[in-house]
């Protein structure tokens, strides 16, 4: 691997991180858990003056249930730790469908939550999974910290709103009213492939009736598809034959995919509605049970 | 008294693999490994278009650099009489492109610098001027009348086809189609696909003024064609031109070739003084470097009502891409594509072949396979499939009814082909066994009412591995034999050379097996050394799983000259003629007293310290070995696969591989082999293949889009093993190391299309991707080629 040449700095600190980035004035580049950053400096994509390396801050790689319910990821997440953490398997199944779909062992071993949601990838799991949980980031810059939802925060295809001189450092998922439900649904050619189509789904229940559903898809479109509109069909509702048809043609309807070498277009709206669908009965027969 | 011949580490030994003691601690010596003084670092331009004329070249900015020391263009290789080298099929290659391009990927230009980022860094400043001509991307459009000539450098060239060519009985297959009942046919494309080693190709080339003596380090299944192709392109002697082929990160035929970057360092060390550097990366492997495959076949079968076959047509239409590349013996154009159904007894066949260039990379390697056997297995299987449907007679029993019976061996195939053994019934019935192909009806009734749709599907083959003999088939002129050459050391130890070449297939350790087999000495007193070619004997290198049928047995043969040696000596050793010695593993004895006797070691000391008056010292020799034939092993695989209708995916729920070898060295060497090859079976029929778009564009150039499956996908499968010992070897040994790569593929498809039957589908060309599955099975028509492409954002 021979990337143009680059300066190399790891901080100990956030605020020295800023600095370094503020001082890179757009030419500095965060370095996460590398496995978007890497590959794109290897070919030359990305060509940074400046990588600055947060792995050595420490305090960045919590998880989270705060009392309120709300689940904190911090930065340095990997996604092994949520593939393999107990809580995450408990309380948040959504991302717990999710983490074991993402790339292949030893890309999760490295790359991080958060720095995913900010490669934005449009065929990325976890920015998907964090529209259809209604998520948000908080994200640190010299004038101190805001936070920006999801739906804000992804701009289109490998952009988000993050200014040059600000870190993600840490995403928050909401706490349900009732009970969180949901999962995650991918179909890939092999285990480490980008989606050809990926459902994300997020339900928020309290008995047998929906109270909030969020959707989100990837791979299906030339951005993260915030599908989360098709919620109408359900709030309020049970799980029944009808809804969740209901659910999956709307989101189906949202999709936005382009026929390639995964598939046709018609192929991948299919797929969208039929992993929708079989999200739902699931949750639907995990709640008769 | 006899030594055990498992526990010295022999034949049947499942001895651990000696290399791995390195590989596995990470310390291999591969060609990027190796670091000389002084040495300078090498990177290529490519070209980024499929199809263009050169206008202009400004180097310039390149040569501006700090650490550049030399920038080669083309012309500057033209000047030197290098701009062009000779295939291994009597065409032609670019080394630098001059006049067009012709493939994305081509070689353009080649920075020299004091460290890789700079070489790099400096590509980026040459400026190259284009004219985009029409790109052609298959053969269709090659052959269209008004095509651009993509080949107008070479004289006499009209259009685009490279050859015609046939072979076989055309009347009698005529005839043979006119008294048919039924006629059954079949259409396929093999989809272009990439060996693809882990490790890419290289060379470290160090040329030295003052002795006049060129070293090469380089990354080649066959160190020895290259040294005699160095010297024919760069004109130097051949005593002082030594290639040396260090550990190689696997080759599966993609290393036989000579590559551009190969001849650029070396000009450029001899320009420099200093040893050049060069190490493609991954895309550049994948786009520049010998691919396999991309046939288009058609064929017909004649059938007679009860099962019986009459004859076949075949007819091939292959892409070469940009340079006719194809490593193959010469008197083949389409390699042997026409061992197609060999193992089938049928009275008469006919096969036409067309060639064409197209602005695609050049290559036609044979990956993993004997010259393009793999195409030909896998049309035979899937139109043996197309005919039994079309009969409406059991996939199996229409096997077994055309199979060569055991006792036809030698058997003259229909193509002119003489098999030399084989159980194929037997492969077959401990194959249908394990599968459960009795219960299989029941089963698939059963999946149906969960809404899964099951199949399965049969592979058997026989293929031809092993070349020559060197009568029939050569490269450039250069016949298909092998060498051995075996050293005893006093100690009884041994040191043994070959001309082939491991590329993690483990000759280090099979190779000493052999000669532990025939004299008795542990395998773990003899080294193995191979890929020198100041050191070791000439051979043609390894590849189309020649090895043990070719080098093995010169092996086994040298070992035998060693051993009529030593048994002069201990005759001599035993004050007895050599008449009244007997031999056992590892040991003289006087007939009638087996107790009086000597080790082979104490032959060994004796021909350094005791030889008889008039005895010339030493223990050692050198065999070379023509082979009378080529081995046929044979191999029965049966796939289980479950659909997902709703989604297209299939799942494998069983696959057996009942693998006929003949003599085993070592079996866990054979049965990793045939793992390694069904995986490869399984990446092509389920995800791998290389394309272009319109505009020549490649995709499938790096591993998110050519895709290597992982242990995670990658299905279990069951060996089973049959030995029919090849009558010609003398150690009854045939080649293995691609028959699942082989006969592989046909099993997965086959399993699908039997799912699908009954949806009014007969063909889904590979990849099955699921997305190509689902389509077939929801319309009931079949898929014919490629994927489509992206079609850019
Ligand atoms: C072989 C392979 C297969 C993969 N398969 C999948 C897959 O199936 N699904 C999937 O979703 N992903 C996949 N990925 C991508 C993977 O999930 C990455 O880990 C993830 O996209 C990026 O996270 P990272 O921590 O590695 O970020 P990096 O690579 O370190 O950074 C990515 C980008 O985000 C920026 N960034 C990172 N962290 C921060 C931060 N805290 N603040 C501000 N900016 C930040 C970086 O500057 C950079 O621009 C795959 C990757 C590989 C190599």
Redesign the pocket.
């Known amino acids: 691997m021979y990337p143009s040449r680059f300066k190399y700095e790891s901080p100990k600190t956030i605020v020295e991180a800023i600095k370094l980035l503020d001082a890179g004035k757009g030419d500095a580049?965060?370095?996460?858990?590398?496995?978007?950053?890497?590959?794109?400096l290897k070919l030359r994509f990305?060509f940074p003056d400046q990588i600055v390396d947060?792995n050595n801050i420490p305090g960045?790689d919590y998880i989270r249930f705060d009392a309120d319910g709300s689940l904190h990821i911090g930065?340095?997440v990997?996604?092994e730790h949520l593939e393999k953490s107990v809580e995450i398997s408990m309380r948040q199944p959504t991302i717990a469908a999710a983490a074991p779909?993402?790339?292949?062992p030893?890309?999760?071993a490295?790359?991080?939550?958060?720095?995913?949601v900010?490669?934005?990838?449009p065929?990325?799991?976890?920015?998907a999974t964090m529209i259809a949980l209604h998520g948000s980031i908080v994200?640190q810059g010299p004038k101190g910290k805001r936070t920006i939802a999801m739906k804000d925060f992804v701009l289109g295809p490998?952009a988000?709103s993050?200014n040059y001189n600000?870190?993600?450092?840490e995403a928050v998922i909401p706490a349900p009213k009732g009970v969180a439900r949901g999962g995650y649904l991918?179909l890939?050619r092999r285990v480490?492939?980008?989606?050809t189509a990926?459902v994300a789904v997020a339900l928020d229940m309290s008995g047998d009736t929906v109270l909030n559903a969020g959707f989100a898809l990837?791979g299906v479109g030339g951005k993260t598809i915030d599908a989360n509109e098709a919620a109408s069909a359900l709030i309020g509702q049970k799980l029944t034959e009808a809804t969740i048809a209901k659910a999956a043609q709307l989101v189906a309807a949202l999709a936005e995919p382009r026929t390639d070498h995964r598939g046709s277009a018609e192929y991948k709206r299919h797929i969208v509605e039929t992993f929708v669908k079989r999200i739902l009965v699931a949750n639907s027969a995990q709640k008769v049970a | 008294m006899s030594l055990n011949e498992v526990k010295i580490g022999g034949m049947g030994a499942s001895r651990r693999r000696v290399e791995d003691n390195r590989f596995i601690r990470g310390k291999g010596n591969y060609v990027d490994d190796i670091v000389l003084p002084g040495m300078l670092h090498m990177e290529i331009l490519r070209s980024p278009v499929a199809h263009a004329r050169i206008k202009s070249i400004d180097t310039s900015a390149a040569w501006d650099m700090p650490g550049v020391r030399l920038v080669l263009t083309g012309e500057m290789m033209a000047a030197r009489n290098l701009a062009w080298m000779p295939t291994l099929s009597y065409d032609t290659a670019a080394v630098l492109a001059t006049d067009k391009v012709r493939f994305q990927g081509q070689e353009v230009c080649a920075v020299i610098a004091d460290d890789p980022y700079i070489a790099k860094d400096a590509c980026g400043k040459i400026v190259v001027d284009y004219e985009i001509l029409p790109p052609i991307v298959n053969p269709v459009q090659a052959a269209a009348p008004d095509a651009v000539q993509i080949r107008d450098d070479k004289a006499g060239q009209v259009g685009n086809k490279i050859f015609d060519w046939e072979i076989g009985d055309k009347a009698r297959t005529d005839n043979a189609f006119a008294d048919a009942d039924v006629v059954s046919k079949i259409e396929l494309h093999y989809p272009r696909t990439h060996p693809s080693p882990m490790e890419t190709c290289g060379s470290l080339a160090d040329y030295d003024r003052a002795t006049g003596k060129l070293t090469v380090y380089l990354t080649t299944q066959a160190p020895h064609i290259v040294r005699a192709a160095v010297a024919m392109v760069a004109e130097l002697p051949e005593q002082n031109i030594r290639i040396v082929s260090p550990d190689i990160g696997g080759g599966f035929g993609n290393k036989v070739p000579i590559y551009p970057g190969y001849v650029v360092a070396i000009l450029a060390s001899i320009l420099t003084e200093k040893p050049v550097k060069w190490i493609e990366d991954k895309t550049g492997n994948l786009t520049s470097t010998g691919f396999g495959r991309d046939v288009y076949l058609k064929g017909e079968m004649a059938l007679r009502k009860d099962g019986k076959i009459l004859g076949v047509r075949m007819n091939t239409i292959s892409d070469h891409g940009a340079f006719f590349a194809d490593a193959q013996p010469s008197k083949f154009k389409i390699g042997l594509m026409h061992s197609a159904f060999a193992a089938y007894d049928i009275p008469t066949a006919h096969m036409f072949a067309t060639g064409y260039y197209t602005n695609k990379a050049p290559g036609g390697v044979a990956y993993r396979c004997s010259f393009r056997v793999t195409e030909a297995m896998f049309f035979q299987e899937r139109m043996v499939q197309a005919a039994a449907d079309d009969l409406g007679m059991d996939q199996a029993e229409f096997r077994r009814v055309n199979f060569v019976k055991d006792e036809q061996h030698p058997h003259r195939t229909a193509f002119g082909f003489l098999t030399d053994s084989g159980q194929y019934e037997k492969c077959l019935d401990i194959g249908l066994e394990a599968i459960g192909y009795k219960n299989f009806a029941a089963e698939k009734a059963e999946a149906a009412k969960r809404g899964r749709l099951l199949g399965i599907g049969i592979s058997t083959m026989t293929e031809p591995l092993g070349a020559g003999n060197s009568r029939e088939y050569d490269i450039l002129g250069i016949k298909m034999f092998d060498s051995a050459e075996l050293r005893i050391h006093m100690s009884g130890k041994a040191i043994l050379r070959t001309g082939s070449r491991g590329q993690g297939t483990g000759h280090e350790t099979t190779w000493a097996q052999i000669v532990a087999h025939e004299l008795g000495i542990p395998a773990d007193d003899i080294l193995v050394e191979e890929g020198d070619t100041d050191t070791a004997p000439f051979g043609m290198g390894t590849y189309a799983s020649r090895s043990t049928p070719v080098a093995g047995a010169a092996i086994a043969m040298v070992a035998r000259k060693v051993r009529a040696k030593a048994r002069k000596l201990a005759a001599h050793l035993l004050e007895v003629s050599e008449e009244d010695i007997e031999w056992e593993l590892g040991r003289f004895y006087v007939r009638g007293n087996q107790e009086r006797g000597v080790t082979i070691q104490d032959c060994a000391m004796a021909a350094y310290s005791n030889m008889p008056d008039g005895m010339e010292p030493g223990l050692e020799n050198v065999a070379y070995y023509d082979p009378p034939n080529l081995t046929w092993p044979f191999a029965c695989y049966i796939a289980k696969v479950e659909i997902d209708p709703e989604t297209g995916v299939w799942d494998v729920l069983q696959f057996v591989a009942v693998d006929d070898c003949g003599v085993r060295i070592n079996p866990m060497i054979v049965e990793g082999q045939i793992m390694g090859g069904l995986t490869e079976a399984y990446a092509m029929a389920n995800m791998q293949y290389q394309t272009y778009d319109e505009e020549g564009n490649i995709i499938g150039g790096n591993?998110?889009d050519f895709l290597l499956p992982t242990a995670w996908e990658t299905p279990g499968f069951e060996l089973y093993e049959v030995v029919t010992p090849c009558p010609h070897h003398p150690i009854g040994a045939k080649g293995v190391g691609e028959c699942a790569t082989v006969g592989g593929p046909a099993a997965f498809v086959n399993a699908v299309m039997d799912a699908l039957k009954d949806k009014g589908v007969r063909n889904i060309d590979m990849p099955l991707m699921p997305n190509r599955v689902y389509e077939a099975l929801t319309t009931g028509k079949d898929i014919y080629g490629m994927p489509p492409v992206r079609s850019g954002n």
């Open positions: 580049k965060v370095l996460a858990g590398g496995q978007s950053l890497v590959p794109m990305a947060i960045l930065a340095l990997r996604h779909l993402v790339a292949d030893i890309v999760r490295r790359g991080t939550f958060v720095g995913s900010c490669h934005a990838d065929q990325g799991d976890w920015a994200v490998y988000n993050l600000e870190i993600a450092i991918k890939e480490g492939d980008f989606a990926s990837a | 591993y998110m």
